[in-house]
């Protein structure tokens, strides 16, 4: 348990001092918004995860909201450590090659970029990867609690971040490396299968609930219900919650139909390479291959399941074609890759130590601690925007270059920084914030400049049939207000 601690501590002691402290933009800037007001987030959803950010930023009495966020992520990649430590020891891998190896996963570049600010994936990931770990224990030996915890928090997990279900298809391969305690397993199922039922159902609850108690300050302008933070797509209806939990209009199926092909591989490799290649350079890759195929020999099956839950996720996110962070799918296939270095660096010391082990883990902890060193020195690019204050910077030239009681609309990317400081900081004042694109509601643009100021931000002066512009505020993106012909 030491050794776990420790590689789970030291991490995250590091990767909580090199969190953003302010708000951002994008799914980062929504995020932050909706766990803190307890709302409906971009698809897919993620209930678990608004429901544990939620209580997360209000029991965290420290720093602002947008931190909070921001440091559940450094956790979740300093638990993906320990729990790469976990699963070295399991194959009694020497306890300080074990926490080297959960230190290559926290430190590796890609890894460490994602712990710094606010996203579903990295906590999905913690979870079902120690549902991994509890699975690859089961196998070795054979605890039942182990098994039953397992798939409870493979529920949890999808809970959190359905997606994680690429990682977990492969689990159900260690049931046939032993016999399951079948009633443990029932139960345990059970309650894992009521977890994600319970989870999905906050989604059309609150959906309801937001829409009948107006909630959503844009019901108050005559907009159907459905808009981004509140009530993402209106998941209280089937098609809206179909479509929110799903992602339907980005096609994901499209690419899982084709996540073997060729072309998936080859875009993958394409997205993937360089990176890994930076992040494991020296045939660090090679050296996991060695240590997977150590596994291999010992357990087949839970070496398959690796590989799977590894590559899975990887394809997935490296082929789809709409996807603009691919490197959110690779949490898992860097945790395997860890895994196996830690491995085969435990067995070439212990091949090599001969009359002089201590000699011989010395120069494989060097080699390690080398890698380390690079990783924590290649750094410097996270710890240089952890202050950046853009995202907030830019509320604050909305809300001065606007009227107390403006209508603001600004698309979706540009939206999450206004909305954080309308409804976690309260710093809007009477203004509405309407998440679309300019042309979304010129039919209704006359009827709210009856009272109000209606103000479009965008990168470039609108051209919209019918009204004319005036520009309240320039840089990037700039602010305009409109007014009839």
């Known amino acids: 348990m030491l050794t776990v601690a420790v590689a789970f501590a030291v991490p995250l002691v590091v990767l909580l ?124 030996r054979g605890e ?59 989604l059309p609850l609150r959906s309801a609930q937001v829409t009948a108690a107006r909630l959503d300050p844009t019901l108050a302008l005559g907009i159907e219900p459905g808009r981004p933070f509140w009530d993402d797509h209106d998941p209280r209806t089937m098609d809206g919650f179909t479509a929110l939990v799903t992602g339907a209009e980005w096609l994901p199926d499209r690419t899982l139909a084709k996540i ?54 990887a394809l997935f996110g490296g082929s789809y074609p709409v996807e603009a962070d691919p490197n959110r799918y690779i949490f898992m ?17 212990r091949a090599f130590g001969g009359s002089a082990p201590a000699a011989a883990r010395g120069v494989v902890l060097s080699v390690l601690a ?18 950046n204050t853009d995202a907030a910077d830019f509320g604050a030239r909305v809300v001065s270059a606007t009227h107390d009681r403006a209508v603001i609309v600004a698309a979706w990317d540009l939206a999450t920084p206004l909305a954080y400081r309308a409804y976690v900081e309260h710093a809007m004042g009477n203004r509405i914030l309407v998440c679309a694109l300019p042309t979304d509601h010129l039919v209704e643009y006359a009827g709210w400049m009856r009272d109000r100021q209606v103000a479009i931000v965008l990168e470039k002066r609108p051209d919209l049939p019918g009204f004319t512009s005036r520009l309240l505020s320039g840089g990037s993106p700039q602010i305009y207000e409109i007014r009839r012909l």
């Open 17 to 140: 001092a090199s969190v953003r402290t302010s708000v951002g933009f994008w799914d980062t800037g929504d995020l932050q918004t909706v766990a803190w007001i307890a709302g409906i987030p971009y698809p897919t959803g993620f209930p678990g995860y608004v429901m544990l950010g939620w209580l997360w930023t209000h029991a965290l009495p420290v720093a602002s909201v947008a931190w909070r966020l921001n440091a559940l992520s450094a956790v979740a990649v300093a638990a993906g450590a320990a729990t790469v430590t976990a699963i070295a020891l399991l194959y009694d891998v020497l306890p300080p090659i074990a926490v080297a190896g959960g230190w290559m996963f926290a430190f590796a570049h890609a890894m460490w970029a994602r712990a710094s600010y606010a996203d579903a994936h990295p906590v999905g990931f913690a979870v079902a990867f120690i549902a991994i770990a509890l699975a690859i224990r089961w196998t070795r």
């Open 144 to 202: 039942p609690r182990s098994h039953a915890l397992a798939l409870v928090l493979a529920g949890i997990a999808l809970a959190i971040d359905n997606t994680t279900v690429l990682m977990l298809a492969a689990v159900p391969l260690v049931a046939f490396a032993r016999r399951p305690p079948w009633r443990v397993t029932a139960l345990a199922a059970v309650g894992a299968i009521a977890i994600v039922l319970a989870a999905y159902a906050y």
């Open 260 to 313: 073997f092909t060729s072309d998936a591989i080859a875009r993958s490799a394409d997205r993937f390479e360089p990176e890994l290649l930076s992040d494991y350079p020296q045939g660090l890759l090679v050296v996991a291959g060695f240590g997977l195929a150590f596994v291999a020999l010992a357990d087949p099956l839970v070496a398959l399941m690796l590989v799977l839950a590894a590559t899975l996720p």
């Open 333 to 349: 296939l860097y945790a395997v890759i860890a895994v196996g270095i830690a491995i085969a660096a435990d067995r070439t010391a």
């Open 370 to 387: 080398a890698v380390l060193i690079v990783d924590v020195v290649s750094a410097n690019d996270i710890f240089a925007v952890r202050g």
